[in-house]
């Protein structure tokens, strides 16, 4: 392999690893999402008069 060969498939081996970090925050994200809302649905219902 010729060096540009050589960096090329390193570049698509890199592309090609799956990254777990984007889906984890996304799960943690909509966690934390539906959290706030039965939160605030409690404070509603608690205070609010809901």
Do not use: Q
Not at 36 to 41: N, R, Y
């Amino acid at each position: 392999m010729t060096k540009s060969e050589d960096d090329a498939a390193r570049s698509e081996s890199r592309e090609s690893v799956f990254s777990p970090i984007p889906i984890l925050m996304m799960i943690g994200g909509g966690f934390a999402t539906l959290v706030l809302a039965k939160a605030g649905w409690d404070l509603l219902r608690t205070y609010g008069g809901l």
